[in-house]
């Protein structure tokens, strides 16, 4: 490669990752639907027309974040589960959920994007559906390694529920045949009303929603893990969740940081982490539609060919940007 092919590709990939920086600054600031391009550019000190060369639209920026968003949340369950004994079900329970909650209280603003309220006007392509499947695969890997190797067991009284009506078991038996060969339909099931649980403790906290209720959601969340898992019907944890986390820590070289206080973070609503609760909204589906999963695929919203106003506006170029 010439010495000039290779400075081009580093300051390229230097601009991408300084696009990148500012527009999650103004995510936090504006929310995903107050991105603009011109925004960015303007505080970069780009001309407007050079950021086109890496982000073709406002939509392409926004996919880029959501796939960071995403490998990021991913790659922390991934290095938790990592660390954790591998016959230790419930201990990779507990580790993976506890990892999940700590990337998202650290990182608020980009949970809300993928986890929040859908972008209206944004539609994600397929590129997004991997990313965004790491972190329930992980979830189905510890399941059916458990369901393989004859640890799970049924919770008691499950067996005075009345049975899965059909379109149940065709949906379990769906997720199982891509993710959890070796666990039955109950377990399934199951496993998806724990995790969607699991999710739900955590944006209810990010969004304010224990506010004035409960002061410290940790204990209740590490509880929940216990409660979940015995759910599913993994065995109890060779470690307890505080245990647990120290494990992570040592996963990942840090000590897990709290959640930010109301005093760093004055208004935790969710309108103060992505606009509006109505109209901005950071997960990918549609404002009336179902949301971005790996198994719906990626319909992050409508595409009306809303873009931020840029793209009839040719204004001066910096021919430096266009040798990256």
């Not at 000039?4 to 300051?11: H, K, P």
């Not at 390229?12 to 991105?35: D, F, S, W, Y």
């Amino acid at each position: 490669m010439p010495p000039s092919t290779g400075l081009r590709a580093r300051l390229r990939a230097e601009l991408t990752h300084e696009i990148k920086e500012e527009a999650r600054r103004q995510l936090a600031a504006e929310g995903a639907p107050g991105l603009s391009l011109r925004a960015v550019t303007r505080a970069l000190g780009m001309a407007s027309s050079a950021i086109y060369r890496y982000f073709p639209s406002r939509d392409d920026l926004l996919t880029a974040l959501i796939v960071d968003a995403y490998d990021a949340i991913g790659t922390a369950a991934e290095a938790a589960d990592a660390g954790c004994r591998r016959e230790d079900f419930g201990g990779r329970w507990q580790t993976v959920g506890l990892a999940v909650r700590d990337w998202a209280v650290t990182n608020p603003h980009e949970y809300a994007l993928v986890y929040g309220s859908p972008v209206p006007g944004y539609r994600a392509p397929q590129d997004t559906i991997g990313p965004a499947s790491r972190v329930t695969l992980v979830l189905a890997g510890l399941v059916d390694d458990a369901a393989r190797a004859g640890m799970l067991v049924e919770p008691a009284g499950s067996r005075d529920l009345p049975p899965l009506d059909g379109e149940v078991l065709d949906e379990a038996r769906q997720l199982a045949d891509r993710a959890f060969p070796h666990a039955s339909d109950e377990v399934v099931v199951r496993a998806v009303i724990a995790w969607t649980q699991l999710f739900g403790m955590i944006s209810f906290e990010l969004f304010g929603h224990f506010h004035t209720v409960i002061d410290d959601a940790a204990p209740i969340f590490e509880r929940a893990l216990l409660e979940t898992g015995h759910l599913v019907g993994f065995p109890v944890p060779e470690a307890g969740p505080r245990r647990a986390m120290a494990g992570r820590a040592a996963v990942d070289g840090r000590v897990p940081e709290r959640p930010p206080t109301d005093q760093e973070i004055p208004d935790r609503s969710a309108a103060a982490i992505v606009g509006s609760v109505d109209s901005h909204g950071p997960t990918h589906g549609t404002t009336d539609g179902p949301t971005h999963g790996p198994t719906h695929g990626p319909t992050h919203g409508t595409n009306d060919g809303t873009t931020d106003g840029m793209n009839d506006e040719s204004d001066e170029s910096d021919e430096t940007w266009y040798l990256i």
